[in-house]
């Protein structure tokens, strides 16, 4: 089995800058594309980045030119670099991966992350 565990989130101004961590255990090297969605009050979950095993990266439309998806596969462990931050980033952050083989996707247990004056 594979387990997710988040880190990073918190309380920032607008246009300030955070980093989040997904740290992955288990049966690693089953996993490939790596990522987070995020949930905000009200709204659907979207798909904020993700990272195949190869390194081509994915951006929502909203986010790109502010956050950068990253991986260390030697430390299995994926960020999110978000700069620029604005109150609509403000969302719950779900990190997950999916498994190769099977098409299992496992999931983090979710960082808060608030962006207001």
């Known amino acids: 089995q594979v387990q997710l565990v988040e880190s990073g989130g918190g309380l920032v101004q607008p246009g300030e800058s955070l980093r989040l961590s997904c740290a992955a255990s288990?049966?690693?090297?089953?996993?490939?594309?790596m990522g987070w969605y995020r949930q905000a009050p009200g709204n659907q979950r979207e798909l904020v980045a993700s990272?195949?095993?190869?390194?081509?990266?994915n951006y929502a439309d909203s986010v790109k030119g502010r956050f950068t998806i990253s991986r260390d596969n030697f430390k299995n462990t994926v960020y999110l670099q978000m700069n620029s931050l604005k109150p609509e980033d403000t969302a719950v952050y779900y990190c997950?991966?999916?498994?190769?083989?099977?098409?299992?996707?496992?999931w983090g247990q979710g960082t808060q992350v608030t962006v207001s004056s």
């Open positions: 990272i195949t095993s190869g390194g081509t990266t």
């Open positions: 288990g049966s690693t090297s089953s996993i490939g594309t």
């Open positions: 997950f991966g999916r498994n190769g083989w099977s098409g299992t996707n496992y």
